[in-house]
């Protein structure tokens, strides 16, 4: 089912999310067509076809059959003072410095700004291992782009404009995907990110964010340099170099940053670049009292 406008569009929906404690592929499965029925029934979509945009992005291959699945018991340990490897996701190797123990804890928010190839490599690298993810309010998302950064298109789901019921919308995906990646979306509330934050918490869940969140556990930035494969007059871009800084609270306090490129073969890091702490800022002047 198509319809143009960006208002519904429906193409396989070979697409789950993983429910964070469930080892079964067909589990994360039930989970994650679960919440897109419950998000499509909050957008209106399953009474009208006027509405929010929901969709689910073009299957390329069939998911894998593998368990990869991981069960967690006991108390929530603090999310980004990871207890045991269960707990934790990969990141990119490139940017494995700016994070603590080089992984991303499960129930942690990222915030990923600057660089839509950074955002989308990390929600690539947390789905490996069998992961489904759900974007949200980014509806000029480039599948192929998303497909180079290493990004499973055959287990995500996409609600480009979550409308005014975004709360609602973007509530009932964190209760069944595993990675939640949100742009920018001024109809969540500051109550409303409280409630998703705990909700991605109690699912041991990840949510990274494209734009300013408050509160997030870390923080990464990323300024743009230059290009590559560009002669006087001949060639074409290849790479772009990109600087990420990390800022952070708790375990991920302190300030760090690295140098890296993108390109077809995805996030890679600088040549000879080590990651290194960045400069904070200068130290306020000391005002000289009259005696």
Do not use: N, Y
């Given at each position: 089912?198509r ?10 929906h070979?697409?789950?999310?993983r ?12 989970a ?6 419950r ?9 009208r076809?006027a509405?929010p945009g ?8 069939p998911p894998?059959?593998e368990?990869g699945?991981?069960q ?16 934790a996701?990969?990141v ?5 410095p700016l994070?603590?123990f080089g ?5 942690s928010?990222?915030?990923?700004s600057?660089?839509t190839?950074v ?11 069998g992961g489904w ?12 782009a998303?497909h180079?950064?290493?990004?499973a298109?055959?287990?995500v789901?996409?609600?480009p ?6 709360s609602?919308?973007?509530g009932?995906?964190a209760d069944?995907?595993?990675?939640l990646v ?5 109809a969540l ?12 918490r ?6 990274l964010?494209s ?5 997030a556990h870390?923080?990464?930035?990323t ?11 001949w ?16 375990g991920?306090s302190?300030t760090?940053?690295?140098?890296v490129?993108?390109?077809?073969g ?6 000879g670049a080590?990651?290194?702490a960045?400069p904070?800022?200068?130290?306020a002047?000391?005002l000289?009292?009259?005696?």
């Amino acid at each position: 089912m198509r319809r143009e406008g960006g208002v519904l569009t429906a193409v396989p929906h070979d697409v789950a999310s993983r429910p964070g404690r469930e080892a079964s592929p067909d589990a994360r499965l039930t989970a994650a067509r679960a919440a897109l029925a419950r998000a499509e029934t909050a957008a209106g979509l399953r009474t009208r076809l006027a509405g929010p945009g929901l969709s689910t992005s073009p299957t390329l291959t069939p998911p894998e059959g593998e368990d990869g699945g991981r069960q967690v018991t006991g108390a929530e340990p603090d999310p980004l003072t990871p207890g045991a490897d269960d707990r934790a996701l990969p990141v990119p190797p490139a940017l494995a410095p700016l994070f603590p123990f080089g992984a991303m804890a499960r129930g942690s928010v990222i915030q990923v700004s600057g660089s839509t190839s950074v955002l989308l490599a990390v929600a690539a690298a947390a789905a490996t291992d069998g992961g489904w993810s759900a974007l949200a309010a980014m509806p000029h998302i480039g599948w192929r782009a998303a497909h180079a950064a290493g990004l499973a298109l055959d287990r995500v789901a996409v609600v480009p404009a979550p409308g005014p019921d975004a709360s609602t919308v973007v509530g009932a995906l964190a209760d069944g995907f595993d990675v939640l990646v949100i742009g920018r979306c001024p109809a969540l509330g500051e109550r409303d990110r409280r409630s998703l934050v705990s909700r991605v918490r109690a699912r041991g869940a990840v949510l990274l964010s494209s734009h300013e969140w408050p509160g997030a556990h870390l923080a990464l930035r990323t300024t743009r340099g230059g290009w590559d494969g560009l002669g006087q007059g001949w060639g074409h871009l290849a790479q772009q170099r990109l600087t990420v800084r990390s800022t952070g609270r708790g375990g991920a306090s302190g300030t760090r940053e690295v140098r890296v490129r993108v390109g077809t073969g995805g996030l890679l890091p600088e040549p000879g670049a080590a990651p290194v702490a960045a400069p904070g800022p200068e130290p306020a002047p000391r005002l000289l009292r009259a005696v």
